[in-house]
C-alpha cells in the first residue's frame, strides 16, 4: 500500500540552527501539507501546497518557515533559526484531491527537539 | 471558546464494548466533519469522513454529525483490543485546502 514516508524520524538540533524534514508524499497525490504536534497538544495545520506554490498557510507558518519541492518526489520543510518552542513532531501529508474533504495521508512524523 | 473540542479521556472498556466518542464545536461553517484513528508514535490515519448532519456507517464504525447542536460522535461496536488507539476528530471548511481543525484526541484502551 502506498504511503507518505517521512525523514528523519528523529532531529536534535541547537536553537538557532536550520533543521530540513524532508517527505516523500505518495506518487500520485498532488496535495501536500505540513502539520505539527507538540507533546500533548492537538495537530495544528501549518501549511498546503500545489502545483509548486502555498495555497493556504496558518498564523504558525511565519517567516521562519518555508516549504519546497524540489525535484518531482520531495517536499521539504525547512526551519530557520529554530526556538525551543519549535520541538514537536512534525507531520507531512498528502492527498489526490484538493483536501476539502479531509482525506488526507499522513506520515509516521519527524520528532524535532530543540535545545 | 476553543473551536474543536473533545474529551481526551483516557476511556478504557472491555473487549466487545460499543463506544462512544464525541466532539463538539462552535463554528457553525464546518462542512466537513472527520474522524481520524492515531496509534502510538504513528501519524492520524483516516477513519471516515462525513459532509454535513447525518450518519454514515463502515463495518463496526458510525459517525454522526448533528449540525444543529454542533456534535459529532464515532461509535465503534464490539471494540477489539486492537482498536486502542488515540481517536481524533477533525473538520474543516468546506473552501479549505486540507487545513483541518483538530480535536485534542481521546485516548481509548479496549482490555482484552
Known amino acids: 500500500e502506498p504511503e507518505v514516508t517521512q525523514t528523519p524520524s528523529h532531529q536534535v538540533t541547537q536553537m538557532g540552527q536550520e533543521v530540513i524534514l524532508r517527505c516523500v508524499p505518495i506518487s500520485n497525490h498532488l496535495y501536500f501539507y505540513w502539520y505539527r504536534q507538540i507533546l500533548g497538544q492537538k495537530v495544528e495545520f501549518l501549511v498546503s501546497?500545489?502545483?509548486?506554490?502555498?495555497?493556504?498557510k496558518s498564523e504558525i507558518f511565519d517567516d521562519q518557515f518555508s516549504v519546497e519541492r524540489p525535484d518531482g518526489s520531495n517536499f521539504t520543510l525547512k526551519i530557520r533559526s529554530t526556538k525551543l518552542e519549535d520541538s514537536a513532531m512534525y507531520f507531512c501529508?498528502?492527498?489526490?484531491?484538493?483536501?476539502?474533504?479531509?482525506?488526507?495521508?499522513f506520515g509516521e512524523g519527524s520528532r524535532l527537539t530543540v535545545l | 471558546q476553543k473551536e474543536v473540542e473533545q474529551d481526551p479521556g483516557p476511556l478504557s472498556v472491555p473487549e466487545g464494548a460499543i463506544v462512544s466518542l464525541n466532539c463538539t464545536y462552535s463554528n457553525s461553517a464546518f462542512q466537513y466533519f472527520m474522524w481520524y484513528r492515531q496509534y502510538s508514535r504513528k501519524g492520524p490515519e483516516l477513519l471516515m469522513y462525513?459532509?454535513?448532519?447525518g450518519n454514515k456507517e463502515d463495518g463496526r464504525f458510525t459517525a454522526q454529525v448533528d449540525k444543529s447542536s454542533k456534535y459529532i460522535s464515532l461509535f465503534i461496536r464490539d471494540s477489539q483490543p486492537s482498536d486502542s488507539a488515540t481517536y481524533l476528530c477533525a473538520m474543516n471548511y468546506g473552501g479549505s485546502q486540507g487545513n483541518l481543525i483538530f480535536g485534542k484526541g481521546t485516548k481509548l484502551s479496549v482490555k482484552p
Open positions: 501529508a498528502s492527498s489526490r484531491d484538493r483536501g476539502s474533504t479531509g482525506e488526507l495521508f
Open positions: 501546497f500545489y502545483n509548486n506554490e502555498i495555497s493556504e
Open positions: 462525513t459532509y454535513s448532519s
